[in-house]
């Protein structure tokens, strides 16, 4: 069976069964354990991480030692500090499981030696960074032109499972508000959907 990561590069383009076996020699598989670092502010991100199994948030840490989460990583998504991976500064995020989780990672130095070994990578990267560019574009957007309700209901809307999988204070994180002010929110949810 095909590992997911490769499913996941296969989704923009082809490969052989040559390639496919000269990336999965590079893939080293991790397992964290929920509240495991993945990444730690000022470390060198070296790895691009895909999310096999759990959940993992990005986040940064305030000068009064409050978390803002950037985004949360699942199945199928990719994980890193993306400038700290390009130009080896040391990483702004923090990457830590939210969840039990299994990631398979490339090293930097290998993704360089894999995107000069098959080319048609350099499109699949392109793409994943036009995606995380878009995602990063409406994140931004939806906190300048949404207010806290419609923030909410745009989250659960797009991110239905994750509101069982993560605690009411790291999704009030994500969206900017008080964990008590999306409990108002919620209830307003549950209310509304009754017949």
Known sequence: ???????????????????????????????LKKKEFLLQGKEICTNLSYIDKGCL???????????HIIFFAIEDWWALDLKSFITK????????????????????????????????LEKWFRILLQNALIASENRID???????????????????????????????SYLGITPEFLSKLRAQKWKSKKP
């Open 142 to 172: 939806h906190k300048l032109s949404l207010n806290a309700e419609q923030r909410y209901f745009e989250f659960s809307k797009k991110y239905p499972s994750l509101e069982t999988r993560i605690s009411q204070r790291q999704i009030a």
């Open 89 to 120: 500064e040391p990483a702004r995020f923090f990457i830590e499981a939210m969840e039990d989780s299994e990631i398979s990672q490339i090293s930097n130095d290998n993704f360089q030696l894999l995107l000069d070994k098959i080319p048609k």
């Open 57 to 67: 948030k990005i986040f940064t840490i305030g000068e009064n030692g409050e978390e």
């Open 1 to 31: 069976m095909t590992h997911s990561f490769i499913q996941n590069i296969q989704k923009h383009v082809s490969l052989s069964i040559e390639e496919i076996s000269y990336i999965e020699s590079f893939l080293k598989l991790k397992k």
